[in-house]
């Protein structure tokens, strides 16, 4: 597809954004229309104002109000159509943008995990606030000075032939080469503004990294690195800035250089028509001013190419969002609450740019009320099985059953309801203590949320805060210790109350008195619900009713702790380690 193809398609889908609100559309071309209107005809009144009012007779004197009446009424006239436009124009704008955003978040939430695997936040951020602000430049406003300009330079020229149309004759010279720096600085700015989306995308993550990682770049002395690299981009920016000004103004002094040999001549020739007498001096001022004034909107059109590229080139990132394929949701069966019963068979999962799978035919079945730990070391697949049972990702090959179901069958929303999943990577939101509880739920409930809370030992330094349970968080609970946040993470799976759970080394952030508190109120959770454990310290799921033991995407052993401990496997060798690190890391100094 040609470069101009892509640009009219962008283009049009852009229009189809603003289709729906075509009566301020209407409202404010009318209002456009009519200043254009006005300001032309103002021009146009020159000509009576000196060849009539200027006069020194009796009639002109008899009939001077006239004029200024007329100049006093059409001021009012372009004083409601201005205002009427810039409303209209205004309100258009923020409206669009209003829906462009609402429909790309809406979008986000619809996009499947392997979609943010391999986007930026920044970027992602970037698209939304500062891409969706260009795409106006393209649309509304473009089309705003589009129509403006357009109606005035036309209603000018219209002025400048009723004038004399033999002077007007010459302007015409100036179009070819209005049209032909229009077509070069074209392509050079969309190239420009390409390059000014992507890096504008790359400051928002380098800043969203810096800022939220402050901490580990304070410890490991990242900020001169992070330094560098924002001024890197910075500076990147602040080039295609120049650049972009520098492709305009050169695109905008070409077209007035035109002008200005198009104003000697006509200027020269004017002047010979005059001294004639084929042109009276009304004439002769009405159509200099008129030919002065259309630089402006020609001007005005010009510069809207830049506007125009920019635009686009946002546009191509914003519906490049837009055009994502959401999650696949094709199941039709509906899901109340699940018995838990889960059956994996010759499951084959591998990630997009990974050799090997992850997961390399794995079989396992768990009961209903089952509790299963998951262990092995590091990139042994774990959180890549844990991750397939929510259908975060789709298997490559084999199957996973709920009650006898694949999960592809079950409607998607109803699917997840089914599931708890409490973190070692804790998300919270800056929202209130009891909103980040009762996640999810369109009615909360504030006896569940204490009692969720009382059961995660979450309820005492809760109720500490200054405002309880209403007190606002910040971002991510950064006002909270590691193991509070843990904690509020599992009274919120405690609040969902739902069948199967997943706990993802849900306490890895707590010492050891609040790690006792909380293991208690997860074994307590964890009766008559199907339970999936990834843990490293294996102390925490001695009690669990069958251990898995994975190694490279396989499972290579399978039950009760006692039973592992006594085949002397691979089992039997991680618990002798972690053993043998606990007792040294406890035992004295030697003197």
Known sequence: MSNRTTSRTLYFRILQQIKPYWGMVVMSMVGLAVSAGVDAALTRLLQPLVDHNLRADSLARRDAWILPAIILGMAVLRLVSNFSSDYASAWLSSRVMHDLRESMFARFMQLPVKFFDKSSVGVLVSRVTYDVNQIMEAGVQVLTVLVRDSMLAVFLLGVMLYTDWKLTLLCVILLPGVALSIRIVGKRQRKLSRATQSSMGEMTSILDESISGQRIVKVFGGGKYEIGRFFTVNNRVRSLAVKRAATSSTNSGLIMFLIGITLAAIIYYASLRAQAGVLTAGSFVSFMVAMMALQTPIKNITKINESLHRGLAAAESV????????????GAQALDRARGELDIEDLVFQYNDENRPALDHVSLTVAPGESVALVGSSGSGKTTLANLLPRFYDPTSGSIKLDGVKLSDYKLLDLRRQFAMVSQDVVLFNDTVAANIAYGDANPSRERVLAAAEAAFARDFVEAMPEGFDSILGENGVRLSGGQRQRLAIAR???????????????????????????????????N?????????????????????????????????????????????MHAAQFAGDESSHSPAQP
Do not use: C
């Open 319 to 330: 519906f490049a969002v837009l055009d994502e394929e959401p999650e696949t949701d094709a």
């Open 529 to 573: 619900r199907t339970t999936i454990v990834i843990a490293h310290r294996l102390s925490t799921i001695e009690n669990v009713d069958r251990i898995v033991v994975m190694q490279h995407g396989k499972i290579i052993e399978s039950g009760h702790h006692s039973e592992l401990i006594t085949k002397g496997g691979q089992y039997t060798h």
């Open 493 to 527: 799976a405690i609040y969902k109350d739902a069948p199967i759970l997943i706990l993802d080394e849900a306490t890895s952030a707590l010492d050891t008195e609040s790690e006792r508190k909380v293991q208690a109120a997860l074994e307590n959770l964890m009766k």
